[in-house]
């Protein structure tokens, strides 16, 4: 009943944004500015950054309003040109996709169960700290769901570009997780 | 014991989805900002189409309106000049300046326009002074050639004050010693009857650059193919062209030949 609801008000809003209306946008903006800018979040290296992706991605949004046509929801839509909001950032900030090449020599394995206990605040620190190549990859392939072709045409790398970024991403992941927990623990003792 | 990489992306997945953020305050501001700009090109370009077009039909009238003033204009002076004064001055210059004689008349005429309305009451003047200090003898032959030039110019058109009253011719006679070749070579082209004239500018068109419109002709010649041009001028007089065809597809317009 509420989802119909929240559905309802989201669907007026979009109207009157498509027509223009000032009061309608913003309202739009307020209902979903934090999730958008949590998105942004996972894609940039501070606040700064985040904030001006989604700057750019609400402007982006109310531009192609017309585009929108119902079909789906319209958070998902939304979140769409946010994500390609960001990558487009990077392209143009000529931080794109720069392969860092790593020690493939340490093994790292993580507890799943310490890691668990890991809050999305560190997750997203984690996250933050990778270099733009793996940072997207990962979020595209790890968070958004695509696959490896998809995250070729979003991104014009190639695929198997895409598979190695990903690996490595994780590598560096798991090793700064076991760093936390070893801080954590440290802290404990 | 290793966490499987499904595993590990679903634990990022997981925690990270539902991730949300407050904005800084100013960040609507700025979309806010954004959006207006956008508004506003929006609404500036078709300001500019509009200024682009009136541009365009300015530009036209400078190229259209001011040919066909010059034409008149250019009649005027070339009329002036068989009466007198004005010929013989700006033909004064030309030799001075040592051009060809009838281009270099043509443009110190455009020069001197000035000079070349020169008050007959002056001009009279000058014709008494003239009778006082020269012979009368060879100012007479040079009259005779001059009448002979405005006969033969009369069938071009030149039907205003083609026979000047006899205080303007008179008042040839002074400068012209010195410039007799000009004078009878001026009318040259008018001698021929207006048939071969016309042949002739024609024959110019083709392969001499006079004007402006002879080069309009040409760069329209390598680029329009057509019998009847885009766009085709005609010397009229001398150096002077007027636009003698459009062909704009559907509207054709094209003067007599």
């Known amino acids: 009943m509420m989802f119909l609801e929240h559905k309802y008000i989201i669907d007026d809003l979009v109207k009157r944004c498509k027509a223009g209306e000032r009061k309608a946008q913003e309202l739009l903006y307020k209902q979903f500015a934090s999730k958008m800018l949590g998105v942004c979040f996972r894609y940039a290296t501070d606040r700064m950054e985040a904030e001006d992706m989604l700057q750019n991605g609400f402007i982006k949004v109310f531009q192609k309003m017309a585009d929108y046509r119902g079909e789906g929801a319209f958070e998902g839509w939304m979140r769409r040109i946010m994500v390609h909001g960001a990558i487009e950032y990077y392209r143009k900030h000529h931080k794109m996709m720069q392969l860092v090449e790593l020690d493939a020599s340490n093994e790292t394995s993580v507890d799943p169960l310490a890691a668990a206990k890991l809050d999305a605040k560190d997750l997203m620190v984690l996250i933050q700290r990778l270099a733009p190549g793996y940072r997207i990859v990962f979020n595209l392939y790890a968070i958004e769901g695509y696959s490896h072709k998809e995250i070729a045409a979003i991104t014009g790398i190639s695929e198997g570009a895409s598979k190695s970024q990903l690996s490595r991403a994780r590598t560096v992941l798991r090793e700064q997780i076991i760093k936390m927990e070893g801080k954590k623990y440290g802290n404990a003792g | ?257």
Request: no cysteine; glycine share 6%.
């Open chain 2, 1 to 257: 014991m290793e966490m499987p990489d499904n595993e590990f992306d679903e634990l990022f997945r997981s925690k990270l989805n539902g991730f949300e953020a407050e904005p800084s305050a100013n960040v609507w501001t700025r979309i806010n900002a954004g959006i207006n700009a956008n508004k506003r090109r929006k609404i500036f370009v078709p300001v500019l189409s509009i200024a682009a077009s009136i541009i365009v039909l300015v530009a036209a009238g400078i190229l259209f309106f001011p040919a066909k003033e010059n034409t008149t204009g250019k009649r005027n002076i070339q009329n002036k000049v068989t009466k007198g004064a004005g010929t013989i001055i700006a033909a004064q210059k030309a030799i001075d300046d040592k051009k060809p004689a009838i281009l270099g008349a043509n443009q110190a005429v455009k020069q001197n326009k000035a000079d070349a309305h020169v008050d007959i009451a002056e001009v009279a003047r000058e014709t008494k002074k003239a009778e006082d200090t020269s012979p009368n003898q060879p100012g007479e032959t040079q009259l005779a050639v001059l009448k002979d030039a405005q006969l033969s110019l009369a069938p071009l058109n030149m039907k205003q004050h083609v026979v000047p009253d006899s205080g303007t011719v008179l008042a040839i006679k002074l400068p012209m010693k010195d410039s007799i070749p000009l004078v009878v070579r001026q009318p040259q082209p008018a001698i021929q009857s207006p048939a071969i004239a016309n042949q002739d500018a024609s024959a110019k068109t083709k392969h001499k650059i006079h004007s402006v419109g002879d080069l309009v002709n040409i760069l329209v010649a390598k680029v329009d193919k057509r019998k009847d041009k885009f766009v085709e001028f005609t010397d009229t007089d001398g150096d002077q062209s007027t636009i003698t065809g459009v062909n704009l597809g559907i509207v054709k317009i094209k003067k007599g030949e």
